[in-house]
Each structure stands twice: as structure tokens, then as C-alpha cells.
């Protein structure tokens, strides 16, 4: 069984459109995680969630928004792509705090 | 606030060589560290972690110990193999809300 399930792995899409990004974790974990990795490799956190709470909201455009119907699950919703938003999403999940998260593996999303 | 800084790659050993790849960090409290690997179109797996300073980590050779007083979590790996041939992130996490990673540092290994 994956502990954490995204959906698409691969998303291409024209600019303008509107996707989701699906994320499952069977973990019974109470916090869950949107991150971007860029071309670079680096990895920036977007949202962070516990028991379907919004923690962290970092600077990312309000096109993008997250949803927690439980705990989980964690979608993320983006509006009207741009070229920019190029890059690989991963959600991950862990439970309690300063313990190792468990990731996804990653939905690659290109934006033409 | 808290962050992580790591040795920049890329990084090309041959087989069998002495791997170090540096992480230092920055954070209030006592953080816990962890590396991450991550090999090509895959998501991050967790390497080894320590939660307290003096703390060793290992797994599969690789090993980390956490060292308060340099504020350092340093990978080490005595014989690489083509095999561990991935992009490496240090990572670090305090307080529940997110981890701070480093800027992955990428190793390739050749026969």
C-alpha cells in the first residue's frame, strides 16, 4: 500500500486552464504538506495543514488553493496557470512534530 | 528564523570513494535533522534522521551525526556505489508547521 498517493504524476496543460492535484496518505497522520520543487531542485513550502487546519500559507499567488475534506486528503486547486507554475508538486505528510515526513512522488506539472 | 545550508553540487566520485556532503543549520530550540534522498523521477525518501545533539543516524552506509556545538549534520558514506547516484536534501524540523531544506546537493558515481 503507498503511504502517500498523488494524482497525476504527469499534468500538461495549455496556460489559462484550471487543475487539481490529488493527495492521499493512509498514514493516519495529522499533517499534511504542499511543496513545490523547482528546476533547481529546491524545495519550497507552500501549505502546511494539521487536522484539516490551515498552518502555513506561504507567498503563493491565491490562484492556488488548497482543500483538507479530512485529514487525509489534501487537494490543491490552481487557477489560471501561467507558464511559471512549471514545476514538481509534492505532498507529503508526518505525524507530531520534529518527525521525518513522508512524501509522494510528485505530480511533474507543465504549463504550455 | 530557521533554515538549512548545504554544500553545493554537483558532486562526482568514482566507485568505492569517501563521500562527505556538508549541512549546517540555523534554528532556535532543538530541531530535529534528517537527510533526504532523491533519485531521478522520484519523490524524497528519508535517508537517516537525529533527533537530539550527539544523535548518530545511519542506514544503507550513510551516516550523520548531529552536532550541536557546530551546528552541523554532515553525510558521510566511506565507499560510494553507482547505485547511490541521487540528488541528497538536509533537512531540518522544529516546531510542526513545515521543514526547511537545503538546496539538494546532486551526486553521481561512476564505475
Known amino acids: 500500500d503507498t503511504a502517500v498517493s498523488q494524482t497525476p504524476k504527469y499534468l500538461v496543460t495549455q496556460m489559462g486552464n484550471d487543475k487539481s492535484i490529488k493527495c492521499e496518505q493512509n498514514l493516519g497522520h495529522d499533517t499534511m504538506y504542499w511543496y513545490k520543487q523547482d528546476s533547481k531542485k529546491f524545495l519550497k513550502i507552500m501549505f502546511s495543514?494539521?487536522?484539516?487546519?490551515?498552518?502555513i500559507n506561504e507567498t503563493v499567488p491565491n490562484r492556488f488553493s488548497p482543500k483538507s475534506p479530512d485529514k487525509a486528503h489534501l487537494n490543491l486547486h490552481i487557477n489560471s496557470l501561467e507558464l511559471g507554475d512549471s514545476a514538481v508538486y509534492f505532498c507529503?505528510?508526518?505525524?507530531?512534530?520534529?518527525?521525518?515526513?513522508?512524501f509522494g512522488q510528485g505530480t511533474r506539472l507543465t504549463v504550455v | 528564523g530557521d533554515s538549512v545550508t548545504q554544500m553545493e553540487g554537483p558532486v562526482t566520485l568514482s566507485e568505492e570513494a569517501f563521500l562527505t556532503i556538508n549541512c549546517t543549520y540555523t534554528?532556535?530550540?532543538?530541531?530535529?535533522l534528517f537527510w533526504y534522498v532523491q533519485y531521478p523521477g522520484e519523490g524524497l525518501q528519508l535517508l537517516l534522521k537525529a533527533t537530539k545533539a550527539d544523535d548518530k543516524g545511519s542506514n544503507k552506509g550513510f551516516e550523520a551525526t548531529y552536532r550541536k556545538e557546530t551546528t552541523s549534520f554532515h553525510l558521510e558514506k566511506g565507499s560510494v556505489q553507482v547505485s547511490d547516484s541521487a540528488v541528497y536534501f538536509c533537512?531540518?524540523?522544529?516546531?510542526?508547521?513545515?521543514?526547511?531544506f537545503g538546496t539538494g546537493t546532486s551526486l553521481t558515481v561512476i564505475p
Open positions: 534554528a532556535t530550540g532543538y530541531p530535529s
Open positions: 507529503a505528510s508526518s505525524q507530531d512534530f520534529r518527525v521525518e515526513a513522508f
Open positions: 495543514y494539521n487536522n484539516k487546519e490551515l498552518i
Open positions: 533537512a531540518l524540523e522544529n516546531t510542526g508547521n513545515q521543514f526547511y
